[in-house]
């Protein structure tokens, strides 16, 4: 079917909910995309901070097919080996004692909030226990995750919502505290917000937000959907500020591809869930954790952490050259290879240029550029890329 007709038929057939960019997309090699016109593009989106490991990874691959002609789902009524092996990797990575795997991270978002209420009843017996969520903040589009997502454009057409969400000011710990009463049951947030504009939380706020949940029982969720999994710099950003939570939600780059997301927990938290508590049809199933047991074995063999590290600091430097050298540029920041550029005029022109000249970007928050590339670029991709993000910034500077 050519370009064309692919589009039309699209938006004939499928509900409008996205703003597509006009071209279809065919296939992927390491870290470029080509469309169905044989147009080459240099990824600096990652299918929204999806493919860490670059597209068309033989080993991935080859680990997803052999599972698909071995076994691809049983229910959760009966074990298997794919789910152990990746639940293993991922306690580890986490640093946390219990997973449960979802499809998705807003699944995720949902199932966190179900386990800190369930953990809050068990202690009160009561059920109108809050939650302290974030300004600005994003979480997903289900009705649990959107009630805690700290935008009321996305969730005005849908009320009323779960009651008991309070808002703070994110990396203002005054204005949690001021929130906080007997009621409140947990504190939740992305370690570094994404969709709001990319701001990484502050030391001296994720600390006091810690504090403050230990003192005064509350559990605290951090949302690593779409900062975890290597892209920071460490497999999960809380690890550099040297906090835990007491729940943490993740997916995104965890199945490079494949839907998968999970909840994990510490064990004392985690125990709240007993069986008739959360379920899933189809989370956890093989095929989807061979895809992220495979994923932290990749993650190992090609020492992704240690190239994010690099990369991103080299990816920092290049676009704080952006900044000195275009007026239209406000501010960078960011941490590793999850990296926004502030422009003082909306993206929309600079991105539609940079896709003109063969450059994914997206978007986050209304005036920002989310650099969230494949996790195994390297510094010949960031000069290709900041090239051409010359060439679009020419275009309204």
Request: net charge negative; with cysteine.
């Amino acid at each position: 079917m050519e370009t064309k007709k692919i589009i039309e038929t699209a938006e004939e057939k499928l509900i409008h909910t996205y703003n597509r960019y006009q071209i279809v997309l065919d296939k992927g090699d390491g870290v470029r995309l080509y469309d169905t016109d044989g147009k080459e593009y240099l990824d600096f989106g990652s299918g929204i901070a999806v493919f860490a490991l670059g597209y068309n990874n033989k080993e991935y691959n080859d680990a997803v097919k052999a599972q698909v002609d071995k076994l691809i789902h049983t229910s959760n009524y009966f074990y298997n080996e794919p789910a152990v092996e990746a639940a293993k990797a991922l306690t580890k990575a986490s640093g946390m004692d219990r997973v449960f795997f979802t499809n998705s991270g807003t699944e995720a978002v949902e199932g966190a909030i179900k386990l800190a209420k369930k953990y809050a009843y068990l202690k009160t017996g009561k059920a109108d226990n809050e939650i302290i969520a974030m300004e600005h903040s994003f979480h997903g589009r289900s009705m649990g995750a959107l009630a805690v997502t700290g935008n009321k454009h996305y969730q005005e057409a849908f009320g009323p919502m779960i009651p008991g969400i309070k808002f703070a000011k994110y990396n203002d710990l005054e204005s949690v505290e001021a929130l906080v009463t007997d009621k409140t049951c947990a504190v939740i947030f992305e370690t570094v917000q994404g969709e709001g504009g990319v701001y990484p939380a502050k030391k001296e706020f994720i600390e006091g937000v810690r504090k403050l949940c230990d003192e005064k029982g509350i559990l605290l969720i951090l949302d690593e959907i779409q900062c975890g999994m290597g892209r920071t710099g460490s497999m999960y950003a809380y690890q550099q500020y040297g906090v835990k939570p007491d729940i943490v939600t993740t997916a995104k780059a965890l199945g490079c591809g494949v839907p998968v997301g999970a909840f994990l927990a510490t064990e004392e938290v985690a125990k709240a869930l007993v069986p008739g508590d959360h379920g899933t049809t189809y989370g956890g199933n093989p095929l989807a954790c061979a895809a992220a047991a495979k994923v932290f074995e990749l993650f190992d063999k090609l020492d992704v952490l240690s190239n994010v590290q690099e990369v991103g600091a080299y990816l920092a430097e290049k676009l704080d050259e952006i900044v000195d050298d275009y007026a239209v540029a406000v501010e960078r920041r960011g941490m590793g290879l999850i990296q926004g550029l502030e422009l003082s005029v909306a993206p929309r022109d600079v991105i539609s240029n940079a896709l003109d000249n063969g450059l994914i970007l997206f978007s986050a928050g209304s005036n920002v550029i989310r650099f969230v590339p494949p996790l195994v670029i390297g510094k010949d991709d960031v000069d290709e890329m900041i090239i051409k993000l010359r060439r679009a910034l020419d275009t309204v500077n």
